[in-house]
């Protein structure tokens, strides 16, 4: 199931409208029905994690990585709270350098060894 059918599944469990969910994560409703339709495949992730919150599930059932809807509890390592600290010490476009980095390094790492390289 995509990311769009899960967000639609979902919005009508809850009996959400797309104006609802637009109004809630801030988009058109247009918007939400492209994002349904799968016509709009890089949905940033702030969007991602409002409509997650909005329809009480988990973020992570939302982009397909676990089938379970129901939210868990979010516990994090010492090590993961000192970077989001760091990480929100950043300045806007400081953290969003930082993002495309950390999405660089995630897929460098699912390439072969061999053939790895990291380009900024």
Same mark, same amino acid.
């Given at each position: @199931?995509?990311? !769009?059918?899960?967000?639609?599944?979902?919005? $009508?469990? %809850?009996?959400?409208? @797309?104006?609802?969910?637009?109004?809630?994560?801030?988009?058109? /409703?247009?918007?939400?029905? &492209?994002?349904?339709?799968? @016509?709009?495949?890089?949905? /940033?992730?702030? &969007? $991602?994690? &409002?409509?997650?919150?909005?329809?009480?599930? +988990?973020?992570?059932?939302? *982009? !397909?990585?676990?089938? #379970?809807?129901?939210?868990? /509890?979010?516990?994090?390592?010492? #090590? =993961?709270?000192?970077?989001? =600290?760091?990480?929100? +010490?950043?300045? /806007?476009?400081?953290? =969003?350098?930082? %993002?495309? $980095?950390?999405?660089?390094?995630?897929?460098? +790492? &699912?390439?072969?060894?061999? *053939?790895?390289?990291?380009? $900024?």
């Amino acid at each position: @199931m995509t990311t !769009g059918q899960r967000i639609r599944e979902t919005r $009508l469990k %809850r009996n959400k409208t @797309m104006v609802d969910l637009a109004q809630a994560i801030d988009v058109s /409703p247009t918007t939400i029905s &492209k994002y349904e339709a799968n @016509m709009i495949h890089n949905i /940033p992730h702030d &969007k $991602l994690h &409002k409509i997650a919150d909005y329809l009480d599930v +988990s973020f992570y059932y939302l *982009i !397909g990585l676990d089938d #379970d809807e129901n939210k868990a /509890p979010l516990i994090l390592t010492v #090590d =993961e709270q000192l970077l989001i =600290e760091d990480y929100r +010490s950043l300045s /806007p476009q400081d953290q =969003e350098t930082l %993002r495309i $980095l950390c999405q660089r390094l995630l897929a460098v +790492s &699912k390439q072969p060894q061999d *053939i790895i390289q990291l380009t $900024l």
